[in-house]
């Protein structure tokens, strides 16, 4: 079975803070994905990796930064948290290609004080 | 600009009843892909469903269908004999050749499955 691990299930942060979200997938995946997922406005994609080092901006990256150093490791950072940022983190991976599905980590739950 | 929007915030149906959940996308690439998600409140993330831009029949997966209407650019889930257990929130996704095959999703529909 694939898996998508994420190093937290609950966080909470100061304001100001530096904040590293990790994401592991164990499947050799060459997608990975961030989201966050806030009620009516559904899953918004802030970056997108489709190989080592190499990433993409999502449609929310203002505030975000991503490190990709290895193909199983998708970090999402939070230079400067605010509290605007308080939300639900999702980590997903996939295969390349356009019919392959993504599967998801167990989401991060993030506040922001 | 929207790419997935999915307008019906929430629905409720009676169990068994059918229900048709609404998607419908924006692009000007001839090769796409369209899935289908549900999340219960547990909050995993589901994969139901896939229908390629190029495929001349709707996708079935068991209870699951997709009513693809390529000119109209929708990609409706439909959902067969409800039962409890589809109560959830459930994610229309597109991934595109031009966009990097990014994977963007709309807003999302709750279901409730009235007993």
């Known amino acids: 079975d694939v898996k998508v691990t994420q190093s937290s299930r609950y966080l909470v942060k100061r304001t100001g803070e530096k904040v590293f979200l990790e994401c592991v997938q164990d499947m050799d995946h060459e997608n990975m994905f961030w989201y966050r997922q806030d009620p009516g406005l559904g899953l918004r994609l802030i970056y997108f990796?489709?190989?080592?080092?190499?990433?993409e901006k999502g449609d929310i990256p203002e505030g975000y930064s991503v490190s990709r150093e290895k193909k199983e490791r998708f970090s999402l950072i939070l230079e400067s948290a605010s509290t605007n940022q308080t939300s639900m983190y999702l980590c997903a991976s996939s295969l390349g290609g356009l019919d392959t599905e993504a599967f998801f980590g167990q989401g991060t739950r993030l506040t922001v004080v | 600009a929207q790419k997935i929007t999915q307008t019906q915030p929430g629905m409720f149906v009676q169990e068994k009843e059918a229900v048709t959940l609404d998607c419908t996308y924006d692009t000007s690439d001839p090769s796409y892909g369209l899935f289908w998600y549900k999340q219960p409140s547990s909050g995993e993330m589901i994969f139901l469903i896939y229908q390629g831009s190029y495929d001349q029949q709707n996708a079935t997966e068991g209870r699951y269908s997709l009513n693809f209407q390529k000119a109209r650019k929708s990609a409706n889930l439909v959902i067969s004999a409800s039962q409890l257990g589809d109560s959830a929130m459930y994610f229309c996704?597109?991934?595109?050749?031009?966009?990097?095959?990014?994977?963007?999703f709309g807003q999302g529909t709750r279901l409730t499955i009235n007993p």
């Open positions: 990796s489709y190989d080592v080092k190499m990433k």
């Open positions: 996704a597109m991934r595109e050749v031009q966009g990097a095959q990014k994977l963007v």
